[in-house]
């Protein structure tokens, strides 16, 4: 996967104390969630899922392609509605204060997605000083899913003890509580389910299908009207070969066919990764290179601090070098000397690696290097002030220079879109 040019152009145009950066090519977003789009059917809605990266130019430039943003916490819901005054919002996550319910009530939130039976009492608790109104509720169940795809995938969510969502009898509890007249100004629609995070589109739909099988037989059980359900995120990215991508034709296609005996339902997914990762890039410099028993290191402007997930997720983030050929000073360049170097940060922990014994051959200080596949799960997870190196800049592409910013706002201000 090679650099867009308008990532290029800029890379090539920053000065070296202008590194490390994000660049986000927000034209190459468009299209991708457009084609995303493009490929499911009728009555498959798309939600983003803003804990993958919650900046406001990437949340604005989705907005055409995704029927609405799920949001997990009272502060991504205060920053997408401020970003996106008139957006449907999706509000789960495991652990809801009061606060922020009454929030999301303030707010307005298209659907709620509870978790647990405490959630139900809450929240019917807060809308009792509001007699006429009505919220659309969602039951996120842990389903013990018949298939061993969970056990090989990075991140399991469901399918075995996790704190996220309701065991099924526990849901089949809340489902008889919502039929009770106490509960009336909850409305409930279905069910939700995110069980893991990178899975192919056969292990997606096969999910999919006995998701949507169990809520058909608890909506039938408990005798309420199924019209969704959400089947979460999770869609694969694959950082050992950038160039692969999730199947979105055939999961489209597969959706379609599960749909089809079902007039009356919609399905709703929330992907998160699969739809920002590919636009981001993380660009620095190399400022040393050095043998180490036998091995070579390059030590990067930057690291994990600001680029967390290849150290999380184990995995080595894929690269590209763009060699500067200039080099101003008197000194010898310090060089690589096998075929193999290890892309080290700055901090003072053996963990701060962002690839591993990397295929670099000839790699020299002041090279570039864009990390690539960092538009997810990347500055926004990561431990920023670690050590108190400077926090990378900022670019929204393609765009002139006001698109610039010089640092993420530590705390994002609602109301302030960064970009
Ligand atoms: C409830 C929920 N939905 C959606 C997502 C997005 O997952 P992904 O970014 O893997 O698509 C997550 C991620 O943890 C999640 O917890």
Known sequence: MTPT????DRVTALAPDALPAYLYDLAALRRHAAAVRAALPERVELYYAAKANPQAPLLTALRDAVDGYEVSSGGELAYVRATLPDAP???????????????????????????SEQELYRLADLLAAT??????????????VVSGALDAVALAMGGRPTPFGLDPERAEACARLLAEPRFRQLRLRGV????????????????AGQVVAWSLDLARRHRFELTEVNVGGGMAVDYADPSARFDWAAFGTGLARLLAPHPGLRLRIEPGRAL?????????????????HGEDFAVLRGGTHHLRTPATRGHDQPFAVLPVEAWPHPWPRPSARSGRTTLAGQLCTPKDVLAHRAPAPGLRAADRVLFQLAGAYAWNISHHDFLMHPHPGFHFLPGDRTDDQPAHPQQPQPGQPTG
């Open 192 to 207: 939700h389910a995110h069980l893991a995070s990178g899975l192919d589109a056969p292990e997606q739909l096969a999910l």
């Open 131 to 144: 007699p006429e109104a009505e919220v659309d509720v969602l039951l996120r169940v842990n389903l013990p």
């Open 276 to 292: 920002t990762a590919y636009c981001g890039w993380y660009a620095t410099e190399v400022l040393d290179v050095k043998q180490s």
């Open 5 to 8: 040019p308008a990532v290029l």
């Open 89 to 115: 919002l999706a509000f789960g996550g495991p652990g809801k204060t009061a606060a922020e319910m009454a929030d999301a009530l303030r707010l307005g939130v298209h659907r709620w997605h509870l978790e």
